[in-house]
């Protein structure tokens, strides 16, 4: 998706949220733009990666719920950034590598729920 396609998606005037289930990759600029809609749920379930920066201007998210359903890992600067989020959830459906210090930062998320870590913890 072209940074111009997220930034006309962004002004979606629908206060549900915005579904991109089939998008495996998207840009740092791409989640930028995408990151200023104004609705509840920003559903990226098809990304597979989520760089430093794509985490950060993800945490700027106003919505209520991020969904990351395929996100297998997520850097330590990743989750400290998510951590910021001040929505109500973080979806990691496929989270199965983290390391202790993003564990530590995610459970500083203010939110109500992480939902679904799947970790293989000592494996």
């Given at each position: 998706?072209?940074?111009?396609?997220?930034e006309?998606?962004s002004?979606?005037?629908?206060k549900?949220?915005?579904?991109?289930?089939?998008?495996?990759?998207?840009?740092?600029?791409?989640?930028?733009?995408?990151?200023n809609?104004?609705?509840?749920?920003?559903?990226?379930?098809?990304?597979?990666?989520?760089?430093?920066?794509?985490?950060?201007?993800?945490?700027?998210?106003?919505?209520?719920?991020?969904?990351?359903?395929?996100?297998?890992?997520?850097?330590?600067?990743?989750?400290?950034?998510?951590?910021?989020?001040?929505g109500?959830?973080?979806?990691?459906?496929?989270?199965?590598e983290?390391?202790?210090?993003?564990?530590?930062?995610?459970?500083?998320?203010?939110?109500?729920?992480?939902v679904?870590?799947?970790?293989?913890?000592?494996?």
């Amino acid at each position: 998706m072209s940074v111009a396609t997220a930034e006309s998606l962004s002004k979606f005037e629908g206060k549900e949220g915005i579904h991109l289930p089939s998008l495996a990759e998207l840009s740092d600029a791409a989640v930028k733009s995408l990151s200023n809609f104004n609705g509840n749920m920003l559903g990226l379930n098809g990304l597979r990666e989520l760089t430093d920066a794509a985490a950060e201007s993800l945490a700027k998210f106003k919505g209520k719920w991020i969904g990351l359903h395929n996100i297998t890992k997520l850097s330590d600067a990743a989750a400290e950034s998510l951590s910021k989020f001040e929505g109500e959830t973080i979806i990691l459906l496929q989270l199965t590598e983290l390391s202790d210090a993003a564990t530590e930062s995610l459970a500083k998320h203010k939110g109500i729920c992480l939902v679904h870590l799947s970790l293989n913890q000592g494996k």
